[in-house]
């Protein structure tokens, strides 16, 4: 049996970090996918069969396992109906097996991703035998959601695969609510052990789609009543969203006052830009861009005192301001990729040719599409 499963990527137009310690935040999902195909063997074959393999196609990597050895090393209770955190000690046990794969060290980033596999796919379908095979046409570690993308994507294939009606649909469809929910809690464990301490809004959007306010696990569905249209840069500066994300942690920790304005400064922004993004007002939509431009402005300006931004970041904002335009990190920052807003009109050649001629990576994306998808 084969079920294949995709899942969006996303951008996050404002609050990344403050989300984290409690404020508003506004995503959206792209139209850059993950796709996983989980291909299970029939039952006769799969007592020669006793592998659980994972194949990243994109990379040319593949790791196997005999689910005799994972069943010796996973502790048995960490396979249970409802999504659960994974303990220390079974990440610990886990650590081990991935640790046998030996990962080129030149990869060794993706250590956190194949332990998160291994937890949600022995986690959600138990220690049997299959075969899962991963592309994605996100960059990795660049903010746009490549890790929730990865969790959301595996766990609706393998909730996919124990549902029972699979009549056969022409291309994708959606999952219904009760099983995005669940997926949805259980790629949160999964960013868990990629992130850390998520806030849970990249999982979220990358589930459910469109574009969603987001605030401490609330949920707002927002209707967009105006053209949006955002440049992505990608500075290729590699980063780890763990690490950013427990940099802001320990800088609140020394200046929680400080800090706790500065959530708060976020907060507003997130709840105005999501107003204006809604609004059915006749306001013309230069207006509309020209405020958004400015909440971005702020909200750039507040990641900066967060510790968050990069020099490569700060380029991208200064040779897209000669243009008159503006832009803001997006996801986690520390480089990754950055967002300029494309005001009605705007003609992008000459910004993205001196951009592309500085090393960065441009490209435009259709925002607040699909969330995660299946296909049998
Ligand atoms: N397709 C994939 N296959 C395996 N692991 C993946 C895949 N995509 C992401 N990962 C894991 O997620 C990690 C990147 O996650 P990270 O949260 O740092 O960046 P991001 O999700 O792209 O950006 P952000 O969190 O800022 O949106 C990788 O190092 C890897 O461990
Ligand atoms: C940096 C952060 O706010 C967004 C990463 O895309 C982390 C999170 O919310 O989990
Ligand atoms: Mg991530």
């Not at 409690?22 to 195909?37: E, K």
């Not at 022995?122 to 746009?144: D, N």
């Not at 259980?186 to 459910?208: C, L, M, Q, R």
Request: charged fraction near 20%; charge should be negative.
């Amino acid at each position: 049996m084969e079920v294949k499963a995709r899942a969006p990527g996303k951008i996050i137009l404002a609050g990344e970090h403050a989300v984290v310690h409690g404020s508003t935040a506004v995503a959206a999902a792209i139209d850059l996918y993950t796709y996983v195909t989980l291909r299970l063997p029939l039952q006769s074959a799969a007592e020669n069969n006793d592998r659980l393999t994972l194949q990243l196609k994109d990379l040319s990597l593949e790791f196997s396992w005999s689910v005799s050895r994972l069943k010796e090393v996973i502790p048995c209770d960490s396979s249970t109906s409802s999504p659960a955190s994974c303990s220390g000690e079974t990440l610990k046990s886990i650590a081990v097996l991935v640790e046998e794969q030996n990962i080129p060290e030149e990869k060794i980033w993706l250590s956190s991703g194949i332990s998160t596999f291994l937890w949600l796919y022995t986690s959600i379908r138990g220690f049997s035998p299959a075969t899962v095979i991963i592309t994605t046409e996100l960059p990795y570690g660049s903010g746009l959601g490549s890790s929730a993308a990865f969790c959301v994507a595996l766990t609706s294939a393998l909730i996919a695969s124990s549902i029972l009606d699979k009549t056969h649909h022409e291309g994708w469809s959606s999952l219904d609510e009760t099983n995005l929910e669940l997926l949805n809690k259980w790629a949160f464990e999964g960013e868990k052990i990629i992130h850390g301490k998520p806030s849970g809004i990249d999982n979220t959007v990358s589930a459910y789609g469109n574009m969603i306010k987001f605030c401490s696990g609330e949920i707002t569905r927002l209707q967009s009543n105006m053209p949006l249209r955002m440049l992505i840069t990608n500075t290729k500066v590699g980063r780890n969203t763990k690490a950013l994300v427990s940099g802001v942690s320990e800088r609140t920790v020394r200046h929680p006052d400080a800090m706790k304005s500065v959530f708060n400064a976020v907060d507003s922004i997130s709840k105005e830009l999501a107003a204006i993004i809604q609004s059915k007002d006749q306001n013309s939509v230069t207006e509309k861009e020209e405020s958004i431009k400015e909440l971005m402005e702020i909200n750039q300006g507040l990641l900066q005192s967060m510790g968050v931004s990069h020099s490569s970041i700060d380029t991208v904002i200064r040779t897209t301001l000669k243009h008159k335009l503006t832009s803001k990190l997006t996801g986690a920052g520390g480089g990754g990729c950055v967002l300029t807003l494309l005001p009605t009109g705007t003609v992008v050649d000459k910004v993205v040719e001196e951009l592309e001629s500085s090393g960065f990576q441009c490209f435009t994306a259709s925002i607040g599409g699909n969330g995660a998808e299946i296909c049998f």
